[in-house]
């Protein structure tokens, strides 16, 4: 018994990661309606692992359930980028103190340069390297404090995060921006002050969340 929930569970996972990926990358528009017997008739799977993934993608709230309407790709808004950021600051701000400690050197003045080659990129046009430096700054910084419970935390809104990207949610402007609070960040923890890179975390945080919902009241973000 115990080993056919753990294949069940995995099946599970790869229909969550599958759909989570369709949802962030646009293949699942906002407001689509997801049928889960659709979804096990093309993995050839019964409706428990799918189930399962759509429980887990509800709880990330990138799905809604309607009763007697079915299931739906959620329209994210501003409501939902407020509780994220502040959910994220929250993690963030604690993350950058403890990691301003600990994080060796030479992994910060990588994670530097890596910022400072994107932004030229951005400049360019290229956005994709921004993407990669600003989600590994982030995850390396909550991950260097060694607590997986911030790191299970963080990584529970990295697809909603992800899906604002998709939708619209950087530009240049934002992009440069981004960039300068992610060196103070780092500067500030290349040379261990702690104050100085929870509060440059935090104003970043704040600036995401307030950027994100002005290009949502825009319909910049297209939801």
């Not at 759509?54 to 009763?67: G, K, M, S, V, Y």
């Not at 604690?94 to 994670?111: E, F, K, N, Y």
């Not at 530097?112 to 994709?128: Q, S, T, Y």
């Not at 260097?144 to 998709?166: C, D, K, Y």
Request: with cysteine.
């Amino acid at each position: 018994m115990a080993r056919t929930a753990l294949v069940v569970e995995s099946i599970a996972d790869q229909l969550y990661t599958i759909l989570v990926e369709r949802i962030t990358t646009g293949v699942f528009a906002p407001g689509s309606r997801l049928d889960p017997q659709a979804v096990a008739d093309e993995f050839g799977v019964s409706r428990t692992p799918v189930r399962d993934a759509l429980a887990r993608l509800e709880h990330d709230q990138l799905i809604e359930t309607r009763p007697r309407s079915g299931t739906f790709v959620a329209r994210p808004g501003t409501a939902d980028v407020r509780e994220v950021c502040q959910l994220r600051k929250g993690i963030e701000w604690v993350a950058t103190g403890l990691a301003a400690s600990v994080m060796p050197g030479a992994q910060i003045a990588d994670l530097r340069a890596e910022a400072v080659e994107a932004l030229a990129a951005v400049e360019k046009g290229d956005f994709e390297p921004f993407f990669h430096s600003d989600f590994r700054i982030h995850r390396e910084i909550v991950a260097a404090t060694g607590n997986e419970r911030l790191v299970r935390a963080r990584s529970s809104v990295e697809p909603f995060v992800a899906w604002l990207r998709i939708l619209g949610a950087t530009g240049p402007h934002r992009a440069a921006g981004s960039t300068k609070r992610h060196l103070e960040i780092l500067d500030a923890m290349a040379v261990r002050d702690v104050a100085a890179a929870q509060a440059a975390a935090a104003v970043h945080l704040d600036e995401v969340e307030e950027w994100t919902v002005a290009d949502m009241d825009s319909h910049a973000i297209s939801t």
